[in-house]
Each structure stands twice: as structure tokens, then as C-alpha cells.
């Protein structure tokens, strides 16, 4: 869980194609949302007077902060894409592979009105592994980051969690609800999995910005009512999979299971392909004559509108082998670009649209494709999932 290539796309082959701890571990106080929890009356388990506020989320337990963090640490781009939503996108100072991850936010933004992210300059945390030595020059009000997958990371011990805890600012993350894996030891008694939108509205408090959390999670909730009324019965649904596809094989990935890396395919509830495959690590390895076995109707590819990723190159490789050419998803034209499984509220919107035409476009509307570097396509008014400009005025801090 620590950057594998079938979690993260390594570097190498991208380059080819003032807050402290109140209590530690997960406190009875903090419940689901919308739920009062911790030592106040607000939701959430956060508290808020004229100079502080609190909020709590396992596994780092109620973390106070002093006031609003103007300064934010983030690894995955969830979080850099939860800060834009909130309107602090400014604060963000760090993010995974900067050029990928920040043109691939921007081709979701690049549709809303005065919205976007300035990667440019930003430091890659990962780039040599996490550095604490980064970490302490940033000094960062918080560190939208798991401590549990820290300590993971080559060279991060118990003390030097906690050190960087003390002396520079807090942890505030949870990368295993991603997947529900199991988090390392240490870190499994009382941790706790939230959907995406329940971690946004953590991350919402810390920044002071429920109203606007609030108001984005109305369009949230009406996105997914829209699509349970327009889903087909499920023997009428397409069999489907989603890949990332590299040298020959195909990391393969599971559909419907539990977590926010799948918070853009689960509500479309397509048939998986393989279902039944019980792979140890939360994805299968499969290569072109297996993927032409089971022969899914349509197959997504994870990264397709990212550098290094982009999809018309990506099917050039496949067509150029003789199974991969006999892909009814490639001789039918349903071979198409997702987006990234670490997806923040912004980008979540954007991808239940763009997978629900994928798999449904009777129902939703036909997907115009995605073009290399463009931003995501326009799609005509009465076929949009959601409302452009709304989005962009809430974001925006109009609600």
C-alpha cells in the first residue's frame, strides 16, 4: 500500500508515458455524519470557539487547531481536490507528481468558472520517498496525510510521526478507506473506514467550511438519486472492468467492493468481469489473452486523461497486439478514459458523469471521448449530471 505500480503509477513510468493532538485513537465521541459527536455540540466531533476549533477522525483521534490552516501538506491529489473545493486551494503546498495530478484536476476544472489549481512549483512528496526534511522547510499548519500510511514509508519511526506532529503540525488523513484494506499494526484498534464524502466533510471542518461542504453534498446526493432512477435492471447492465494497462498486462481492479477509490463506479452497479477473482492485493495482474477471455463489454482505464496515461496512447499499445485487437471493447469503441481512483468531490462529480455515459450513454447520454490534453469535453446542457456554474458558485463561496 506504500506506491506499488499497481496502486500508483511509478515515477519512472510516468516519466515514460499552530494545531496540536487532544486525544489519541479513535474517541467514542466521533460519529457517522451529521451525527454530534466529541466534546461539543457541532457535527462531526468539532468544536469551535472564537479562537480554536476541533475535529475528530480516526485514526488521529480529536485534533485541535488554533485557527484556520492557511498552509496545507498533501500527498494524493483527494485532498488537494477537497482544499479547491473548500476555496483553500491556495493553501496547498505539496502534491504527488505535481504536473500529473495538477493538469488532471484542471481538466475537471477547466469547466468550471474561476476555478482552478496552481501546481506549478509545487513540490512531489514522494519524489526521493517522504522526507521529513521537506516536511520540516514546508511547515505546514496541517498534513491532510494518514499517519498510519506514513508509517509505512522507508525511514518514518513511531517518534518521527510524532515529532512532526508536535513540531510542525498535525496529521489529519485516512488513506485505508480508499480500499479497506487493513491499515499496519499499530494503527488497527480503532480505526475506522468513511465514505468520501464523510472524510470531505471532516477535511470541511478543519477548514471551517461546513456551509460550503454542505452545499456541495446537495449536489453530490443529487447526482446519485439521478442515477438510480436512470440505472437499467441488472441483466440488462454491460460487463466491465477497470485496468491500468503497462508492458504487456493489465492491472486489473474490482468495480463494486467497499472504499472511495471506488466511489465513481460503485453507484453505476455494472457487472465486474471478475467478480469472483479473490486477488490478495486488492487487484489482479492479467495479461491480453485473458483479458480477451473474459472479453468485458466495456473496459475503463484508470489515468486515461492523465500525461503519461492518455488514452488514445494507451490503445495504440493494445491495438498493436493480436489479442488486444480482438477486444470487443476496442472493436466496439468502448474502450474509454477514466479518471483517477484518488478523487477528491470535484472530481468525483465529474467522474460518475463521465462513467455513467461510458457504461449507460442510453440512459445518460452518449460519451464524446476524450481528446489529448483537452479539458473534459463539453456535454450539451440537458445531458449533464449536475450544473456547471452551480458548482463553480459554491466553490466559489456563493450558496
Request: with cysteine; hydrophobic share 35%; net charge negative.
Amino acid at each position: 500500500m506504500s506506491g506499488t505500480p499497481a496502486e500508483i503509477p511509478t515515477r519512472r513510468e510516468y516519466v515514460k508515458g499552530g494545531a496540536a493532538l487532544v486525544g489519541g485513537g479513535l474517541l467514542a465521541g466521533c460519529t457517522s455524519d451529521g451525527s454530534n459527536g466529541g466534546s461539543g455540540d457541532a457535527p462531526n466531533g468539532t468544536t469551535a470557539n472564537a479562537d480554536s476549533h476541533s475535529v475528530t477522525m480516526a485514526p488521529m483521534g480529536t485534533v485541535e487547531f488554533e485557527d484556520v490552516p492557511e498552509s496545507v501538506f498533501t500527498i494524493f491529489p483527494q485532498y488537494a481536490d477537497m482544499a479547491v473545493a473548500l476555496g483553500h486551494g491556495d493553501a496547498v503546498n505539496s502534491i504527488y507528481v505535481p504536473e500529473m495530478s495538477g493538469k488532471t484536476m484542471n481538466t475537471y476544472y477547466d469547466r468550471l468558472d474561476g476555478v482552478s489549481f496552481e501546481w506549478k512549483g509545487l513540490p512531489d512528496p514522494l519524489k526521493n520517498g517522504l522526507n521529513r526534511e521537506l516536511l520540516y522547510k514546508l511547515d505546514s499548519d496541517v498534513h491532510l496525510v494518514d499517519p498510519a500510511y506514513v508509517s509505512t514509508q522507508n525511514g518514518w519511526s513511531k517518534s518521527d510521526i510524532e515529532d512532526v506532529r508536535n513540531n510542525v503540525g498535525p496529521w489529519f488523513g485516512n488513506f485505508y478507506s480508499g480500499t479497506h484494506d487493513k491499515p499496519p499494526e499499530g494503527y488497527r484498534k480503532g480505526y475506522r473506514y468513511y465514505g468520501l464524502w464523510e472524510m470531505f466533510e471532516k477535511v470541511a471542518a478543519v477548514f471551517r467550511e461546513q456551509e460550503r461542504a454542505r452545499a456541495l453534498a446537495e449536489i453530490h446526493a443529487n447526482v446519485l438519486s439521478t442515477i438510480e432512477q436512470k440505472l437499467p435492471p441488472k441483466n440488462e447492465r454491460p460487463t466491465a472492468v477497470r485496468v491500468t494497462y503497462n508492458d504487456g498486462s493489465f492491472y486489473t481492479y474490482h468495480l463494486n467492493k467497499p472504499g472511495y477509490w471506488l466511489a465513481d463506479t460503485r453507484p453505476l452497479g455494472a457487472i465486474d468481469a471478475f467478480a469472483e477473482k479473490d486477488w490478495p492485493n486488492l487487484w489482479g495482474t492479467v495479461d491480453l489473452e485473458t483479458m480477451l477471455d473474459a472479453d468485458p463489454d466495456v473496459i475503463l482505464h484508470l489515468w486515461g486523461i492523465s500525461p503519461g496515461y492518455y488514452i488514445d496512447e494507451i490503445q495504440k499499445k493494445i491495438e498493436s497486439h493480436p489479442a488486444g485487437r480482438k477486444l470487443s471493447a476496442i472493436r466496439n469503441d468502448r474502450f474509454y478514459a477514466a479518471g483517477m481512483r484518488y478523487q477528491g468531490p470535484i472530481m468525483n462529480l465529474f467522474q460518475l458523469e463521465m462513467t455513467a455515459k461510458q457504461l449507460y450513454p442510453e440512459r445518460f447520454g452518449e460519451w464524446p471521448g476524450y481528446v489529448t490534453g483537452e479539458p473534459y469535453p463539453e456535454i450539451p446542457a440537458d445531458e449533464q449530471l449536475f450544473d456547471r456554474q452551480k458548482l463553480a458558485n459554491v466553490i466559489g463561496g456563493k450558496f
